[in-house]
């Protein structure tokens, strides 16, 4: 079983090399394909499964089978097949057999998914009061803000990028060991730099619904939200999961993960458990951060082979996403005995909100933070940066203003 694995679906290197303009097709049809199924009423659900198997399975192993190879592409191309596997399995398969319902959706359904990770929707009056309506959001911003905000991020990821173009992939992975003073920055600046990389992609995708949906016209800024909101000013995990870190396959995570599980402890205790709520909630929750940590794991397999992968990197992103599932179920018992034990005046101080919560969650982050990196740094996605402008500077500031300060903050290829 092993050796079929290692032959057939080695990944990494033994891809099929595809230009990447015609990569996302691949994937991005077969998607279409079974979205024009689901939105069908006409078509049963039983045929609608049998026809959804060859084209999830071309979903799915779309980046195993296929690369661009371009890291930066590929990387990108991992997780949307991935997560596009996720949700439509869903949709034909999990709600059909365990909830009983159809494999069906409304155009406006699949729609306000689509953009519910940058996009708040009216909520409809379920209410009997006919006066009472819907929020209306204001047009208080123009399109040209959002190229703003993209040239900033662009020039984060540009800068940045450069700075981690010195350093190879063995030593982001042996710096925990070999410069741990160094590994807390380097984290600082990955999320940092991610941050406005997610920002990149979720004001791309805004702009495009500016021209395609309001005409070119402008956009609430209560109503839209960046992807990334500042990670790095989390003072807890839950705000950090929740809140500030992107929300672009929560839908996925939540329909393939929290809702069978949470569904699926209820059914399971409702006999010997009075209150399943808390319990099943629970569930749910370690749920999420499990699919999202199979999700990792499949980006790194992918893009770094199996025999790499087996050998190298198998459990790590498991592991660092189910922790901090179990650092923010913690961090919620810690917080309902705080406010039931201490007074409002020490929880609200600025030692407890701003220092302590903080400080919890950096040294969280910096002791799991390897597990997380170590898959994405063997492949040197840096180096694939198609920001590279102001590379020759950064290299040159360091080498001849400040180089005692690159020998300090640098890698070996400065």
């Not at 694995?5 to 991005?28: M, V």
């Not at 000013?233 to 929300?247: A, D, F, G, I, P």
Request: proline fraction near 5%.
């Amino acid at each position: 079983m092993e050796s079929i694995i290692e032959t057939f679906y080695q990944a990494g290197s033994g891809r099929t090399h595809i230009p990447f303009p015609f990569i996302f097709p691949i994937f991005t049809i077969p998607s279409g394909l079974l979205a024009i199924l689901l939105i069908t009423n006409k078509v049963p659900t039983t045929a609608k499964q049998v026809l959804s198997i060859p084209l999830l399975a071309i979903i799915f192993t779309t980046p195993i089978f296929f690369t661009s190879s371009h890291g930066v592409v590929d990387i990108i191309v991992a997780p949307a097949c991935y997560n596009l596997f996720l949700r439509l399995f869903e949709f034909f398969w999990i709600s059909p057999l365990l909830y009983g319902k159809q494999a069906y959706a409304t155009r406006d359904y699949l729609y306000h998914e689509f953009w519910a990770s940058i996009c708040r929707f009216p909520k409809s009056n379920k209410k009997k009061d006919d006066d009472a309506k819907p929020k209306e959001y204001v047009k208080d911003k123009k399109m040209y803000h959002l190229f703003m905000y993209l040239a900033y991020h662009l020039f984060i990821i540009d800068v940045f990028g450069s700075w981690f173009a010195t350093f190879t992939g063995n030593e982001v992975i042996n710096m925990h060991n070999d410069r741990p003073a160094l590994l807390f920055l380097f984290n600082f600046l990955v999320v940092y730099t991610l941050t406005s990389a997610f920002n990149v992609v979720g004001y791309s995708l805004q702009v495009a619904h500016c021209i395609y949906y309001e005409l070119g016209g402008g956009y609430s800024s209560e109503q839209w939200r960046p992807l990334m909101i500042n990670p790095v000013l989390s003072t807890s995990l839950e705000e950090l999961w929740s809140v500030r870190w992107h929300q672009l396959f929560h839908t996925s995570w939540v329909a393939f993960g929290f809702r069978p599980a949470r569904y699926i402890t209820q059914r399971a205790l409702a006999k010997t458990v009075k209150n399943t709520l808390p319990i099943s909630l629970l569930a749910g929750t370690l749920a999420v951060f499990f699919v999202s940590g199979l999700t990792h794991e499949y980006m790194v397999y992918a893009n770094n082979g199996w025999s790499v992968y087996k050998r190298l990197f198998i459990g790590q992103q498991v592991l660092f996403f189910f922790t901090h599932g179990l650092g923010m179920s913690f961090e919620r018992i810690v917080k309902k005995f705080a406010k039931a034990y201490l007074p409002p005046s020490l929880l609200e101080s600025i030692l407890v909100r701003h220092i302590i919560s903080r400080i919890w969650v950096f040294s969280f982050a910096y002791l799991t933070f390897p597990f997380f990196m170590d898959g994405f740094a063997y492949g040197q996605l840096w180096f694939d940066n198609p920001l590279s402008f102001s590379r020759p500077y950064v290299f040159e500031f360091f080498r001849s203003v400040a180089p005692s300060v690159g020998k300090a903050v640098c890698g070996s290829l400065l």
